[in-house]
């Protein structure tokens, strides 16, 4: 296993399309987690999941906003109706419930530029 | 809600110096973990070091090390030794235990330059 991988690494769209990514955690990890980190900032937590079950949506930043991790495996995001606002690093990560404390791992991210 | 409060947007050091990075955190939880995350230029964020909030011995991994001040609500990391590869942004992160690990705060975030 070659840690967290998502895919597209960059993405560029028109305003007004809709976009999808994609993230694939580490196997065994069984909580996935989507944060959005714009340019000089935090990331900052959207949504995530156990398994297949998603735990907390309502950081996610509007409607157009959503993600499913249908098999409990990998985990899609999409963004509806895309804005410039929009525009930012979207990074996934992993990590085990139950191990108390253990680290999330994440991925390299996917840039989105909405022009 | 929890909070992570990074007051130093940049920092550079010298190679071989050493640099301390602070962090302040707020939160009414009595479970949780404290982590620094670095993340290298146009690379994926990775963890240098966790500290668990019920663990009054501040921990160490090789060059770096915190000084974890509980009542004070601080959270600093020293780097030792500091070496070009050490050039990232450093983040601070707080997360809280519940049902299972939940997910991160971060902060800011400070942007370590070591200089040759």
């Known amino acids: 296993d070659t840690g967290v991988s998502q895919d597209p690494r960059h993405k560029i769209t028109k305003r007004g399309q809709n976009v999808t990514f994609r993230c694939d955690p580490i196997?065994?990890?069984?909580?996935l987690y989507w944060y959005r980190q714009t340019l000089g900032q935090g990331p900052e937590f959207l949504t995530y999941f156990q398994n297949e079950a998603q735990l907390e949506k309502s950081r996610l930043l509007s409607d157009r906003f959503s993600a499913e991790r249908p098999k409990g495996s990998f985990s899609t995001l999409e963004i509806q109706r895309t804005e410039q606002g929009d525009s930012a690093m979207y990074l996934c990560?992993?990590?085990?419930?139950?191990?108390?404390?253990?680290?999330?791992?994440f991925g390299q991210g996917t840039r989105l530029t909405v022009v | 809600a929890q909070t992570v409060t990074q007051s130093q947007p940049e920092m550079s050091v010298q190679e071989a110096e050493t640099v301390t990075l602070s962090c302040t955190y707020d939160?009414?939880?009595?479970?949780?973990?404290l982590f620094w995350y670095k993340q290298p230029p146009s690379r994926q964020m990775i963890l240098v070091i966790r500290?668990?909030?019920?663990?009054?011995q501040n921990a160490t991994e090789n060059r770096f090390s915190v000084n974890f001040q509980k009542a004070a609500k601080s959270f600093s990391l020293k780097i030792s030794d500091s070496q070009l590869g050490d050039t990232a942004m450093y983040f601070c992160a707080f997360m809280k235990h519940a049902t299972g690990n939940t997910p991160l705060v971060f902060g800011k975030g400070t942007r370590l330059s070591v200089i040759a």
């Open positions: 990560a992993s990590s085990l419930s139950m191990v108390r404390g253990t680290e999330a791992f």
């Open positions: 500290q668990e909030a019920y663990k009054q």
């Open positions: 196997s065994e990890h069984n909580r």
């Open positions: 939160t009414s939880e009595n479970n949780y973990y």
